[in-house]
């Protein structure tokens, strides 16, 4: 994926938090190019930052661009310029697999991979981003015809092939897919820029590069009829436009639809236009998303898990020094049914006897268990304010918000509210998470305290380890049957 820093280390962190948790699946590599970081580092070793000091000669002459536009200052940008950002696209490609350790970061795994797949597994790779401008749009313009060119050169030069039969190689092995952003965000005018989002993207496909055309199998098209202003005026941070937006969990949908295809299905090379917005609708709803109801079904088991995690779980284990130093970890429920009901001083004992260490087997996992969670819970509360003006704070009006999940609840969850202030053990309706004030079509009636009752916490007599109980509270969580009613039913 081709990202900035920002996204990149959060990306690295969530990576991170899953292979101490054992998530991670083995046939799914991320590999990375920190594109502007590297266009950065080079111009700042040639000691000037415009765009004519780093072209190739052949762009000098002025026929493609002006003197003017040479004159450019990288650091600004591309100007949602598709020949600028194809300079700057090659460049920061040059300077991405410069080192050993930039090449096995970056397109370079990919590559490898393609080379090394012998016809018995196949390579897919997925570009996202937005076809409005800047780099992510030169990303899905650019960067397929740079990958095929290089799978091809690579095979060409390892596996000792002709170029036809090395592009035969690659086709075969290598699948594409690029998922555009269509009208996600309507920005004002900003600098005498072109901000009509539907132009921008109708450019973007017009002036599709044919190599790059070629080399993707399928191209995903999301779109959306209308969609409220982000922002009313740039900052000097950007950080308005930072936030997550509910499209982002159809490009996700689109990436594992991708995935899922058969082989048949990828060669046959057309394009995918899902429909994120019913017409008409500037709503966001589960109604006209377009998302399978599968999504909406694993969001909300893990809007339960968290629940209880952070109701439930968190206050028992996660303790101040104080508390710790006065024995309230000897308080838990869930360590006192791991240790057969035992409490306080016997509960101390048992744990002593067997040699337990609760922090490394309990604490630290949960720690990094919450971590992640919280990023999660933060992502899901940018999405349920999509259309809210991130630079005033300014909330949509009704007709344009969103209705996914109640951005109040989450907020409960993330400022570690006690249970006791939302109804208690018994009391509290996990309803009261999954519940979309428009439909309310989904009703379990479960509390915190159905749950937990029904966890294993021991396997004859030993104790479960934590992860496993974890994975059982998660697997409560998603069991519920959710009683559906009508779309127009309560």
Known sequence: MDAGAEEI????KLLSDDEQLDFCDPSINFAFLKMAERVKKKLQEEGDFCLEKVAPEWFKNELLLTKEEL????????????VIGSIASALAMDCAMETQEDKKA?????VDAVVASNNRYEVRVAFAGSGIGGE????LCMHPAMLKKLC????????????????????????IAVIMLGG????????????DVAGLVAGTLRNYPKDSADAVNLFY???HDCMPVQAEFPSDSGLQFKHAHAIELVAVAMIENFFNR??????????????????????TNWENLGLPDSYRMAMSARLRFDAALFYWVRPQLILSSKERNAGKIYDSEILSKMFGGKTGKRLESAIADIGFDVDSKMITPLSVLLDKETRWLSYLRDVCLTGKNWETGAMPAESFGTSLFPVDQIDKLLEHTHIRYVGGMTGYKLDALTDCPESNRYHTGMTLDRIRSQITYTNHGTPRDFKEIMGGLYEMCSKVKEKKYGIFGK
């Not at 091809?152 to 036809?164: D, F, T």
């Not at 996600?184 to 901000?195: S, T, V």
Request: net charge negative.
């Open 9 to 12: 280390g959060e990306i690295l």
């Open 71 to 82: 004159q450019r200052d990288l650091l600004g940008g591309y100007y949602r310029d598709l």
């Open 106 to 110: 970056g397109f370079q795994a990919i």
């Open 136 to 139: 992510g749009r030169t990303n």
């Open 152 to 175: 091809i050169e690579s095979v060409i030069k390892e596996l000792h092939m002709q170029y036809n039969d090395a592009e035969t190689y690659v086709e075969k092995n290598l699948k």
């Open 184 to 195: 996600a965000f309507r920005f004002p005018a900003i600098e005498g820029l072109d901000q």
């Open 221 to 223: 098209l999301l779109e």
């Open 262 to 283: 058969t082989t048949e299905e990828v060669e046959k090379r057309c394009p995918v236009i899902p429909h994120y917005s019913l017409p008409g609708n500037s709503r």
